[in-house]
Structure formats: C-alpha cells, structure tokens
C-alpha cells in the first residue's frame, strides 16, 4: 500500500515478515488472494470481552487488599484507575479503527513507533498478559477453595488455594488446545448473569448502607492512611482494567469495526469502573476497611453474608468462580493472539503462529500462553503478579498514546480512522504521562520484574530480529 | 445456458458450500445435475474460537484454492457455468448468508451423498417462491430424463391449502415448459412435515424446498430444511425467500 516503509529484513531464522495487504468492509476482510475472513464478534460479543475480562480482578479479588491499604479512599483509587483507562481506551480505539487487525496494541506501536518499541512491547504483553493469566487462576483458587470450605471440606493447612489453580490452569489450557465452538456465546451468558448478581447485589447493599432497612452505619475516616497509598493502591488494583485493550487484540474479528471498536473498549470500561467504586462503598460500608482486609481476596463473599445472608454469600461465591474463569480463558485467548501477531512478523520464530492438523487451533502459541502461566501460579503470590501485569500493559498503554500522537504528526496515506479522538494531543498525552506515572507507584519487586523482562525482551530482538523493519508497513 | 424450449424467467443462480478442508466434494452425479444452473461454489473453513481467521489463511489459502478450483473443474468440465469464493470463518451460518445474499442466489445446497439422479421431490409446506422455485426445477430438468413430484402437505387443522399450492406450482412448472409427463402431484396430512419429509426420503434422489419462515421451532432446533438434511439421505436445494 501507498508507504515508502515496506515491512522487511530478515531473521536469524531467515523468515521475514508476513506482509498480508488486505482490504474489506464492515463485514469481512479480503487478503491479497482474495480470500475472504469473516467478522463474526458483533458489539455485545466485544463488550462481553472487555467487561468478562476485567470485572473479576476489580471486584471479586481486590476489594479485601484495597481497602486494607489505602481505607475507604480504595473507591477513588478505582476511579484513577478508570480516568487512565479511559484515556488510553480512547486514543486505542482510534488505532484499532484505523487498524483494526489481531494484535491490536503491539501492532500500533510497531507501526508508527518501529520495530524496537513493537518488539519490547509484543514479547512484554505476551509476558503480562501470562502474569494476568496466572493472578486470574490464583485468585480462581481462593475462591474454589472458599466454596470448599463452605460445603464443609476440611482444608486447613493444605496448599489448596495454588492446587486448584494449578489444576485449572491445566484445564483451562487443554479445552483451548482441543478448540471450542461456543465458548463466547457461553461467556456473553456468564457476562450477563455477573450482571445481574451484581447490579442486585449493589442495588441492595447500597441501599442498605445508606441506612434504608436498618440502622445507618457509622462513616468511616475516608483516608484513615492519608493520600499516598491512593496511588499506591491504584497501581495495585489497575489489573483491574487491563480488559478493554483485550477487545483490540481481536479487532480481526469484530464487526463493523469503525463503531463497535470504540463502542466496546470504552463501555467496558465505563461499566466495570461504576461497578467497582460502587463495590468499594458498599463493603467499606458494610464491615469498615480494618476488618474487611482481614478477609482477603474472597472479602465479598463475607460483606455478601453480613448483607443479604447464606445465598448471597453463596450468589458471590459463584459470581468469583464465573469471573475468574472468564478473565483467565478471555486472557489465554488474548495472549495467542498476542504470539500469533508477533511471531508473523518473524519476531519469534514463525513456527508460533502454526496451526494444528487435528484440532485447527495455534497449538504452540496457546502453550506459549499455558506454559508459563502454570510456572507462575505456583509462585501463588497475588499482588506482585498482578502489579508486574499491569507494569507490562501500562507501558503498552503509555505507548499508544504515544503512537498516536506521531501517526497524527506522520499522516501516512493508509492511516484513516473511523473514530478520532478529540483534542487528541491533550488526552494522549495525558493518557501517556499517567500510565508511565502510575508505574512508579508499584512495589519495589513488581518494578524490579517488569523491566527485566523489557530488557529481556529487547535483547531478544537485537539478537534474534535486529534486521525487521516494520514501521509503516500496514 | 441454452434453454431451449424453457421459457426461464430468471436464471437460477445456485449457492454450494463446501467445508474444503474437511475433505467435503460433490459427486460426479450431482455435478451433472446442477450443471445447468449457474454455480458459485464458496470453499469455507470453519474454525474453532481459538484461532484467528488471518492465522488459518496465511496456513491453509492454498490448499482451500486448489481443492475449490478441482471441484469447480468438474463443473467446467460438465459444461456448467461457475464462480469460486473461498472463505475463513467463526460462523459458517452467517457466511453463508452473507454470501448467499451478495450473489443474490436462487438458492443453496445443502449436500448428502447421492447416486444416480433420477427422482426429484418438493415438498410444499406454505409460502414459498415459485418462480424461483419453477426456474430452477424446470432448469435442473431440462435434459428430460428426470421426473419431479410435487408433495403438498397440509398439518391438520392448518389453513394451508396444500392442493392449490401443488397446483399452481404445476402450472407454473408447465409453463416454463416442462412437460406435463415429467410431473407427478400428491398431497397429504403430515403429523410433523419435517419427519414425513426425512423418512420419504430414501424415494428420492434430490429435495427442492423453500427455505420456511421465522419460527419458535426454527430457533431451537434450526430451519427446517437443514433438519431436513440432516436426517434425510439426499442432497437438499433449498430455494430463498426473495
């Protein structure tokens, strides 16, 4: 297409990269052979995404931790959260609508930044998206663990919490080898009764703490930690919102990409954030932040029995198994997704983005997401795969916003978004300063992690890809 | 196609799904048999959720090419007029009928495995296109070899008048000048229509239907005539509503 920068080089495997021109409507993609790929995920399907992304973390891991950090104060540490996500989600969607192909924020980067930066940040998402993988199938654990306990299965003293987790991250990882048929429209069913027990739940619980059914709680000292731990503690809990770029990374795939793109990446995030500082008010309201930390990860299920009783502990119980099984499976798919766009840049060996014979899914892609998130979940310690997964996606984030801003400034011929963002500059560039900012207010060790494997990643491309040029190829 | 003596309206247009990788083909019999009609043959590939549609073309494109381009060479080879698409999707349904409705076809085949073509049946269960239908079973039967019946079937209590739908469509068959010794006409109360249909099916070598409406029973269990060929034996032609 009409750029001078063709896609080229060679790797030490001697591929170069996979230049599929396409072009295509709202409907299908057409690559240079004519042949046509179907777009088959329509608004809900992507929305569904993003929110069966991230609504577990938010809600039914963090509550317990925030709150024991940072006090009733954690209610605004989720809003900063949700005001970077959103100005990232806006700049993203217009690069997703500009190109809206598997990949989605590596491929941006790739495009307008070069090679180096694509390349740091497609080998580092693959890794975050692992580590949230991993923080997903742990925080899945507390919650089988807790239904156990529950039906009166005696497991004190057992490592119980990281063998479920394990086990189910190698279910989780089998039933993606042998391929589904119709797991997304079973996620659209879990995503809407999450909902629904949601919405209920905090319809009740709010009306509650606001004294209606019974007496009126005592307010609890907002920032009984004073502001820092705010920060800190939205860095801890933006794993939250590492959804919605989820949705970008099958941009191939969604219908009508120009408007659900943007429609999908910034309801999603828009619901999970009302959703969250709503939790937040309800459970520091109903047990005061002292004792709600001493709860843990499963804090809900205990403001769900003080609330409403055994059936709405139980209703949380099975909202935290349905949630957390739905970020960890959207996460695996995502991550694939992530190798696949990688590797057919030839900047991990192509045999990555191959296909079964048997099963017809990318087989070694979807271990390369499997594998390593099993090694991680017996590390079992949630805050820091959690912070080192946001780490990893906010330097992606911060990133966009910087792509953006020079594929404004370069105008190739081919860039033409359906949605443009308004006062571009301001918001990316804001979105860019917070995303980079809000890393520096993480633990030591997450901090430590993450940029090992950007350096990691970096050397791995000098040694293996230092020849690919990407910029400007579409 | 020439026509001859056939007074067509429109020519039939016919869609063939092919699901190319799996092996799936068309005999040589039924090649013979729709050869008269103009053919789009669509080669898909319906993949799991796991891959990406991109992932699967860049790995199987040419390999769908060369087996859809053989099955059109059978056509070509037939004397039929024929069109090739190939397409990677998540929703075969949904292709189809996209597909379906940019090459506004007569209709599409839903194969099964099938010998010699000799016995057309149409089954008449409510409103269907019978031009549409009328110009490709006077099309399809042009060679004067073949007979087709036309089976009208009435649920008890249904409003549905089976024998003046049977009727007109005879009329209509003759006047697009089929010949009135290659059509036979009966009519009948069905319990379930869709189970009659399956179990006569072994009678006859092809199924021309329409497609049926909207439907609590079709949403369950799946338009009728993919029911239909699913249980049946034979290849099923179902004619679109316009």
């Known amino acids: 297409m009409g750029t001078n920068d063709e896609a080229g080089g060679q790797n030490r495997a001697g591929d170069e990269p996979e230049e599929a021109s396409t072009s295509g409507d709202g409907e299908t993609t057409v690559t240079e052979e004519g042949s046509e790929l179907e777009r088959s995920i329509g608004l809900t399907g992507g929305l569904s995404i ?7 973390a938010g809600i039914f891991v963090f509550p317990g931790l925030a709150a024991g950090d940072a006090g009733p104060a954690a209610a605004a540490s989720f809003a900063i959260g949700a005001v970077i996500a959103l100005l990232v989600a806006l700049p993203a969607s217009e690069l997703a609508t500009a190109m809206p192909k598997s990949g989605g924020g590596y491929y941006y980067i790739s495009r307008a930044l070069g090679t180096l930066p694509g390349a740091v940040v497609g080998i580092s998402i693959w890794l975050g998206l692992v580590f949230a993988t991993a923080f997903y199938l742990v ?18 003293g057992l490592p119980i919490v990281g063998t479920l987790a394990l086990l189910f991250g190698v279910v989780l990882t089998v039933v993606n080898l042998v391929g589904t048929e119709n797991a997304a429209k079973l996620q659209n069913y879990v995503v809407g009764l999450l909902l629904t027990i949601l919405v209920v739940f905090l319809s009740y619980g709010g009306l509650d703490v606001l ?19 705010v920060f800190t503690t939205a860095a801890l809990v933006f794993t939250s ?164 801003i020079a594929m404004r400034r370069d ?29 520096a207010f993480m633990q030591r060790e997450s901090q430590i992690i993450g940029v090992a494997i950007m350096i990691a990643a970096a050397g791995w491309y000098k040694y293996y890809a230092g020849d690919v040029r990407l910029k400007g190829a579409l | 196609m020439n026509t001859d003596s056939r007074t067509i309206r429109e020519p039939p247009r016919l869609l063939i799904p092919i699901e190319v990788l799996e092996g799936e083909s068309i005999s040589a019999s039924l090649v013979e048999f729709l050869a008269p009609a103009e053919v789009v043959l669509l080669g898909y590939h319906d993949l799991p959720e796991q891959t990406p549609t991109e992932q699967a073309s860049m790995q199987y494109e040419e ?69 549409r239908l009328a110009d490709l079973v006077a099309t399809l039967l042009e060679d004067g070899s073949r007979r087709v019946t036309l089976w009208g079937l009435a649920e008890e209590g249904d409003e549905f008048d089976a024998e003046a739908a049977v009727e007109y469509t005879r009329n209509t068959l003759s006047e697009r000048g089929l010949p009135d010794d290659q059509i036979s006409t009966e009519v009948s109360v069905a319990e379930s229509p869709v189970w009659d249909i399956i179990e006569r099916s072994s009678e006859f070598d092809v199924i021309v239907m329409g497609e049926g409406g909207p439907g609590l029973l079709a949403s369950l269990f799946g338009d009728p005539s993919e029911r ?10 179902v004619v679109r509503n316009r």
């Open chain 1, 50 to 56: 993003g929110i069966g992304t991230m609504i577990g």
């Open chain 2, 63 to 131: 390999k769908a090419r060369t087996a859809i381009d053989d099955i059109a060479d059978s056509f070509r080879g037939a004397g039929g007029n024929v069109e090739t698409r190939i397409a990677f999707t998540h929703d075969r349904d949904q292709t189809v009928d996209r597909v379906a409705a940019e090459e506004s076809v007569t209709g599409l085949l839903l194969p099964n495995p099938v010998g010699e073509i000799e016995e057309v049946i149409v089954p008449i269960r409510g409103a269907i296109d019978v031009d």
């Open chain 1, 139 to 156: 925080s899945f654990g507390s919650y089988a663990a807790a239904l156990l306990s529950e039906a009166g299965v005696d497991v004190a």
């Open chain 1, 241 to 404: 919102y590492l959804g919605f770029a989820q949705v970008a990374t099958v941009a191939g795939d969604i219908k009508d990409p120009g408007r659900n793109l943007p429609l999908a990446m910034v309801g999603s995030v828009l619901t999970v954030a009302v959703l969250y500082v709503a939790t937040i008010f309800v459970a520091t309201s109903a047990f005061g932040s002292g004792r709600l930390a001493t709860f843990g990860e499963t804090a809900m299920v205990e403001v769900a029995r003080a609330l409403v009783g055994d059936a709405g502990a139980m209703a949380i119980l099975l909202g935290g198994l349905l949630a957390t099984v739905s970020s960890a499976n959207a996460s695996v798919l995502s991550t694939s997704r992530a190798v696949f766009a990688v590797s057919k840049d030839a900047l991990l060996p192509t045999i990555a983005s191959r296909v079964n014979l048997q099963y017809g899914t990318p087989h070694i892609a979807l271990s390369m997401a499997g594998g390593p998130v099993l090694v991680l979940v017996a590390f079992g310690r949630v805050e820091v795969l959690a912070e080192v997964a946001s780490f990893l996606h906010l330097v992606m984030y911060g990133l966009m916003c910087v792509a953006l």
């Open chain 1, 411 to 439: 105008e190739p011929e081919w860039y033409d978004p359906d949605f443009q963002v308004p006062a571009h500059r301001a918001v990316a560039g804001t979105g860019a300063v917070a995303s980079f900012g809000l890393i």
């Open chain 2, 228 to 237: 239909i060929a699913e249980g049946a034996v034979a290849p099923v032609l």
């Open chain 1, 211 to 229: 004294g209606v059914f019974g007496s009126e709680s005592t307010p609890e000292q907002f920032l009984p930690f004073g502001v820092m731990p």
